[in-house]
Nanobody, 116 residues
Framework: QVQLVESGGGLVQAGGSLRLSCAASRSIFNFNGMGWYRQAPGKQRELVATITSGGTTNYADSVKGRFTISRDNAKNTVYLQMNSLQPEDTAVYYC??????????WGQGTQVTVSS
């Protein structure tokens, strides 16, 4: 079993910053890739950013230049640094990890609310 626990969400004003953390219960070396997704009310879940085991990153166009995904292998944690937040970034943010052994795993989500 693998558990992913997100933290760091909250309420912030437009233009502010937050850093989300996703702590895995197992070494993240087990995962081919990890990422962050988000789901706003009434909308489908969408990709925000991903990072492979080799460190290659990918971002949604809407967050490029504002968000940065990173990983700390020693802490089994993946981060999402979010800068210049806008009201349209308001959503529940989910951590995702993909592994041949453990399959597709999701965290419980953390709420991010950006006020205008």
């Amino acid at each position: 079993q693998v558990q992913l626990v997100e933290s760091g969400g909250g309420l912030v004003q437009a233009g502010g910053s937050l850093r989300l953390s996703c702590a895995a219960s197992r070494s993240i070396f087990n995962f081919n890739g990890m990422g962050w997704y988000r789901q706003a009310p009434g909308k489908q879940r969408e990709l925000v950013a991903t990072i492979t085991s080799g460190g290659t990153t990918n971002y949604a166009d809407s967050v490029k230049g504002r968000f940065t995904i990173s990983r700390d292998n020693a802490k089994n944690t993946v981060y999402l640094q979010m800068n210049s937040l806008q009201p349209e970034d308001t959503a529940v943010y989910y951590c995702n990890a993909v592994s041949v052994v453990f399959g597709d795993r999701w965290g419980q989500g953390t709420q991010v609310t950006v006020s205008s």
